[in-house]
């Protein structure tokens, strides 16, 4: 449906395009305004559409099955880190949500509320989970008992809904799909471990690897971090405007929600404890940005791990020879292992259906016309660097593959040059703010402090992280003063 | 954690089970009271828990990696059949659900209304969705315009929620999770091919080929077909009790909410005409099916398809000579590509946990104790038959092997047997009542009518579904009156 769709309607909403210049695939350009850019890209390559409560949001199949393979490689390493997925209720009593001070403070402003149910008013209003941190740690006191029930590993793939001021599609929308993974420990050092295991192993590694979005990591200011949580770590990206967005957070709670909760456990001696716990998500926010972290002006560029379509073959225009061999090619790729698409709707313009395959970022297209044909030749377009080249019918399966192989270290690579060209290590507020304006700027978090944060705040910067100076993770019982901030404008 | 829970507290609510009979697992017998001993599986296997709201569930490890793969086995088949899955909003304006009436009379006492957000009273109060007919028709009519872009294939895997008089867990949950397909097509053959084609190759094929529940295929009554359809085709299983439970149903919606939604395409020639459409849907109750199909007084019997774990290696006590043969046969088997679990937790005694394993229906286990080892022995336990044979430690990986191959075709076997066994075709209504009380009674539709179904009604019986003598489908036009209707009490 999603290719379908891409040359539907000629002659109305799409129509529009076709007055911009065909080279920019009618987008308005990022320099010009990156938001107003991503706006398009998400309406135009028909990844999402608001919904009609304010603030929701339609995933369109374009959206949806690249957070499906997102997804897919998020929850292969949560298996991998030991936990097992479970499914806790969307409805949350209103009480439940008063029991740990800390975190209701947080959350209180952004719940909507169920008052009403089987045509008669609740007697108890029920809360929509903003999150599932209640709910679980209320089970949890129930299911540990002895300390070989820790660790208790669970996470959960689900929807949650927060009041959203200034909804933004997949950046901040009322509702939005996540994973929550909440664990118990018998220690401190296990709780920490595992916190660390997963913001390295799941989150840098899937944001990296399959999404080929680099990222900082580090742990949140007491001003950024979760309300709850004793420390948060965070993985940052810079997006193609400079600006960062976080990719996803993994908390250490300390025994905060276990005294609320009163989850304990018997040690080996018989003596009960307070578990220590860690919680951790990540969400379709990631689609978001992914857009803003490889786009151009011609739309999406999708590392192919995670692209719904790898390669797409063209047909011309409408001729048998042409149909022919378009259909060979793709049944050799789609042999090769390739996610593979032919597009053979010769009665839309061979321009028209180009532009909306650069839209939707499909990282190889094969075209095939009569004129390449008659020289034994298709050509080959790589969209990241939108470069043609003709290549000779018999060698198309291997040249595809050896590009598809490039794109997401090439994408990776793009964006960390990106990245580093637009960050500087300075020595003072002023020129943090100078430098975090436009990019990042990495401070002696000791040059900032707790009021320098406030002056950044006023600046609309903030301390994205904290981190040492090679860019590792503080170690346990390192402080603050020797670290650098990372000061950046965030999504 | 599942594992680890699976012998978890002792001397708390587990011990329960010592006081009872050790063969049956320290359960409720079937014959003795189906009900309590479907609970009882359903809390003692760690599948679900009772959420705090009234009537919503807690899927656990155990329940929740079944629905994982159930999951998977229908998703496939759904992108085979060419939907593709995007994702629609929870929350839906309550003026949505009254633009079709017939729907609306279906769902209306059912709503779940949120009336405050963001610490105010909302303007309109919003419908936490029971089904999302309404907000998905409503983007139809945006993204159907013409002919090319139908048929227009979408699924959704989300939360629905209803008023639950009486709910039970997974068999009617005020939450329960589900996919919704829903379908817009240029004509009317086109539509009814495609409800069929989820019927049978989608629900029909995963419900026998993975789940190995055998199912009948027909149409329902009009009293029992959904509001707003003008056909439902129906999957109906047989479960241990005799009761029928609806596995999936797919639906010819007609153009009722074509025209209440204004759904309209351009055909060839330039002519507005309304869609014709299908839903279809299966849920997290087919997992109370798996249980009540399958289960034996032990507990879970689980086809491999399915069973997180397939194989349990179990060190019947602690002896280094155990540990080091039971850990080589794992690592054997793991290479094998079985989904294997070594059980080495000997401070647990050996009967506890061979009981625990048993209620989890995990389908082969492998005991392994220095009396066999002796020998060059293991034990091979195979749940479903509950047998137990020697086996050369050296020819293990292959009786594995040859033994998970036969578990899923035999429990289909056995359902099917079961269900044959208790089902009688007669001629009139009280021969219906009498065997549909046990079992399914086949008795042909014109013996009954529509004041026969009310005389079933009253007698806690009903027309489970329509077809054709020879089990088949009614073909476009058969009338009802050539059909068979087959009766039954029903979940």
Same mark, same amino acid.
């Given at each position: ?70 997804q897919a490689a998020i929850d ?34 952004e719940l909507w509320v169920v ?64 994973? $929550? ?6 220690? !401190?050092? #296990?709780?920490?471990?595992? /916190?660390?295991?997963? +913001? =390295? %192993?799941?989150?840098r590694d899937a944001m990296e ?100 379509? $790898? ?6 225009? !409408?001729? #048998?020879?042409?149909?022919? /061999?378009?259909?060979? +090619? =793709? %049944? ?122 406030? /002056? ?36």
């Amino acid at each position: 449906m999603a290719d379908a769709d891409a040359s539907s309607s000629p002659g109305t909403r799409e129509a529009r395009a076709d007055a911009r210049p065909a080279a920019a695939g009618g987008l308005t350009s990022r320099t010009e305004d990156f938001p107003r850019w991503y706006q398009e890209v998400v309406a135009r390559a028909e990844m999402a559409d608001n919904g009609p409560v304010r603030g929701t949001m339609v995933i369109r199949p374009w959206g949806y099955e690249i957070w499906e393979r997102l997804q897919a490689a998020i929850d292969e390493r949560i298996k991998a880190a030991g936990a097992h997925n479970a499914y806790f209720p969307l409805f949350i009593p209103e009480a439940f949500m008063r029991l740990e001070a800390e975190h209701v403070e947080g959350f209180d402003p952004e719940l909507w509320v169920v008052t009403h149910g089987g045509g008669r008013q609740l007697e108890e209003p029920v809360v929509v989970r903003p999150t599932s941190e209640t709910v679980i740690n209320h089970f949890f006191a129930k299911w540990v008992q002895s300390h070989r029930d820790l660790p208790l590993l669970v996470n959960q793939w689900c929807n949650v809904v927060r009041w959203e001021l200034r909804p933004r599609l997949f950046l901040r929308t009322t509702e939005f799909l996540w994973q $929550e993974g909440h664990t118990a420990h018998a220690d !401190e050092a #296990d709780a920490r471990a595992y /916190a660390l295991k997963i +913001l =390295t %192993d799941v989150y840098r590694d899937a944001m990296e690897q399959v999404a080929a979005v680099p990222v900082l990591v580090g742990h949140k200011t007491a001003r950024e971090r979760f309300a709850g949580a004793v420390r948060t770590w965070t993985c940052e990206a810079m997006m193609g405007d400079g600006k960062a967005l976080q990719m996803g957070t993994s908390h250490e709670l300390g025994q905060n929600f276990a005294k609320a909760f009163g989850i304990q456990y018997s040690d080996a001696t018989g003596t009960l404890r307070h578990v220590w716990q860690t919680s951790w998500g990540a969400s379709t926010r990631l689609i978001g940005a992914l857009i803003m972290a490889h786009g151009d002006d011609f739309g999406l560029r999708l590392p192919p791990a995670l692209a719904p379509i $790898e390669v797409v073959v063209v047909c011309v225009r !409408e001729d #048998d020879d042409v149909l022919r /061999a378009a259909t060979q +090619l =793709t %049944d050799e790729l789609r042999r090769a292992g390739s996610r593979i698409q032919l597009d053979d709707r010769t009665d839309t313009g061979f321009g028209r259906r180009t532009v909306d395959w650069e839209l939707k970022g499909v990282p190889v297209r094969v075209e095939v016309g009569p004129r390449d044909l008659a020289q034994g030749n298709a050509t080959l377009v790589t969209r990241h660097t939108r470069t043609k080249e003709p290549v000779a019918l018999g060698a198309v399966a291997d040249a595809v593959g050896r590009t598809l192989r490039r794109v997401g270290p090439e994408l990776r690579a793009e964006a960390l040059a990106f990245r580093e060209e637009r960050t500087a290590s300075v020595g003072s507020l002023a020129e943090a703010v100078a430098t975090g304006t436009a990019g990042f700027a990495r401070v002696p978090w000791r040059a900032l402090g707790e009021e320098g944060e406030l /002056a950044l705040a006023a600046e609309a910067l903030s301390v994205r992280c904290l981190q040492r100076d090679d860019g590792e993770l503080a170690g346990p019982g390192e402080r603050d003063d020797a670290l650098v901030a990372v000061v950046g404008r965030s999504y």
